[in-house]
């Protein structure tokens, strides 16, 4: 198969994305991983927020990326139903739980930086322990919506025909309008509620940032007020994922929304449809790693490792 010299410089830009995501991600996790297993006292309840979304991020790479992949290298007919049905699964799955756990993570930092009443101050004290039941809630919601995918998706091998649905090298969907508009309403319903319980945290969030800016100059001098706490540090972080995650997001469910209902497959900009789908989870443990001081710790650690004279 003959590449023009754009695709070849095209596909080689996709593949360096694809492994800087899953290695940002991968290098993340184990490096939460390790903290929580070796210095559980240092680790704070977040942290298994951050630990499950660059799990779930590094998923979505992977499923996402590994079809285009391989089919830029000219492989026809790769995958058989049973594989368009567990990969598109497990794909719709995890970037549906990488939208959940962002949202997770803006409500939960809201709340501990929150002035909440004496009367409220046990739902404080309480949310750590909500961390891992609303983890796996988000497992099971996710599941349920995207059960579809399994009578609804199969290969296009041995179909001669464009259907209506995403534009996929290996799979396509069969279902009827019929049945697109209710998995249609319950995906957009829940989008709808994550955008809802994401950006209003946010807002919140800016509110008390800027409360706290605003009265530590006038308490301080200005070269006090510019100093960030950790927690401050931690709230301009997710902040900055949040919205990373909103751009990302909208501007891929917008053009999902458009392949649903046109025959068009997109053909000349998929490439760049796929990338948009996957830079929130690459960027993501790029944009974790910015404030973290356990990474930070690693790398003095290790420069000072590598210049250290035998």
């Not at 960030?228 to 929304?257: D, G, Q, R």
Request: proline fraction near 5%.
């Amino acid at each position: 198969m003959i590449h023009t010299a754009g695709e070849t410089v095209f596909r080689l830009f996709f593949v360096s994305k694809v492994c800087l995501g899953i290695l940002g991600n991968c290098v993340l996790f184990l490096l939460y991983t390790y903290n929580s297993v070796c210095k559980p006292h240092l680790q704070k309840p977040i942290a298994i927020v951050f630990m499950h979304l660059t799990l779930v991020n590094a998923l979505t790479i992977i499923f996402e990326s590994m079809p285009f992949i391989v089919s830029s290298y000219g492989v026809r007919c790769f995958w058989d139903d049973a594989m368009c049905k567990a990969v598109l699964f497990l794909f719709r799955v995890t970037r549906g739980l990488s939208a959940c756990t962002t949202t997770f993570l803006s409500t939960f930092q809201a709340l501990t930086i929150s002035r909440t009443p004496a009367q409220c101050a046990w739902l404080k004290s309480q949310s750590s322990f909500c961390i891992l039941p609303s983890l796996f809630s988000f497992w099971i919601l996710n599941s349920i919506i995207y059960f579809h995918i399994i009578k609804t998706v199969e290969s296009n091998c041995n179909s001669t025909v464009m259907t209506r649905g995403f534009s996929h090298p290996y799979c396509q969907t069969k279902f009827g309008r019929d049945t697109q508009t209710p998995i249609i309403s319950s995906i957009v319903l829940r989008d709808a509620l994550s955008l809802v319980l994401m950006v209003a945290p946010s807002l919140y969030m800016v509110t008390l940032l800027y409360q706290h800016h605003r009265r530590a100059r006038h308490l301080h001098s200005p070269s006090l007020a510019s100093q960030p706490a950790p927690e401050n540090k931690a709230t301009h972080t997710i902040l900055l994922l949040v919205s990373c995650f909103l751009f990302f997001h909208c501007s891929n469910n917008i053009v999902t929304m458009y392949s649903l209902y046109t025959l068009e497959k997109l053909n000349k900009s998929k490439g760049v449809l796929v990338m948009l789908s996957f830079s929130y989870p690459t960027l993501c443990p790029f944009l974790l790693m910015k404030n973290n001081r356990m990474v930070s710790r690693w790398i003095t650690h290790s420069c000072y490792t590598k210049n250290d004279p035998l």
